[in-house]
C-alpha cells in the first residue's frame, strides 16, 4: 500500500533513535540470556553424557563377554557331537567283538543229554573226558583235549 503522499513509504509509527537503542538492549539481553540457557543446557548435556558414555561401555563389555561365551560353548558343543560319534562307532565296534567272542564261547561248549547225575563220581570232568573218548575215539581229539568244566 502507498501512502497519501504517494512517496512509496509505509504508514506507522516512526522509530527514533531513543527507541531504537532500546529494543537492541532488549535484543542483547534476549541473546545474553539465550547465551546462558545454551551453556546450562551444554553443562547438563556434559553431566549426562560421561554417566552414558560409561554405562555404554560396561554394556559393551558385557556383550563381548557374552559373545566370547556363547563362541565357547558352541566350540565345545561341536567337540562334544564329535566325541559322541567317535565313541558310538567305538562302542558298535566293542558290540560287535562281545557278541563274537560270545558266539566263539558258545562254539566251544557241548551239551550231553541223558547222563544222570549221581553223587558218587567224585570228578565229573574226568568221567566225561574218558566218556567222549570211548564214544568218539581217540582219533577225534587232539592230545590237548581237555573238559574244563562239567556240571
Known amino acids: ?23 537492541e538492549q532488549d535484543l542483547r539481553q ?19 553424557s560421561y554417566p552414558m558414555t560409561e554405562c555404554l561401555d560396561k554394556h ?3 556383550l563381548d563377554q557374552s559373545d566370547r561365551r556363547v563362541f565357547e ?5 561341536t567337540e562334544l557331537a564329535i566325541s559322541q560319534v ?9 558290540c560287535l567283538k562281545v557278541e563274537d567272542l560270545k558266539a566263539r564261547s558258545r562254539s566251544n561248549n557241548l551239551r ?7 553223587t558218587t563220581i567224585d570228578n565229573m570232568e574226568g568221567f566225561i573226558e574218558q566218556l567222549l573218548v570211548q564214544l568218539l ?3 577225534t581229539f587232539s592230545d590237548l583235549f581237555v573238559v574244563e568244566r562239567a556240571h
Do not use: R
Open 86 to 94: 567317535k565313541l558310538n562307532k567305538k562302542l558298535s565296534s566293542l
Open 137 to 139: 575215539g581217540c582219533a
Open 30 to 48: 534476549i541473546l545474553v540470556a539465550m547465551q546462558n540457557s545454551l551453556s546450562q543446557i551444554d553443562g547438563k548435556i556434559d553431566s549426562l
Open 1 to 23: 500500500m502507498n501512502s497519501p503522499a504517494g512517496d512509496g513509504a509505509e504508514l506507522g509509527p516512526k522509530k527514533g533513535p531513543d527507541v531504537a537503542s532500546g529494543e
Open 73 to 77: 560353548v558352541d566350540v565345545g558343543q
Open 112 to 118: 550231553i543229554v541223558g547222563i544222570i547225575e549221581t
Open 60 to 62: 559393551a563389555e558385557h
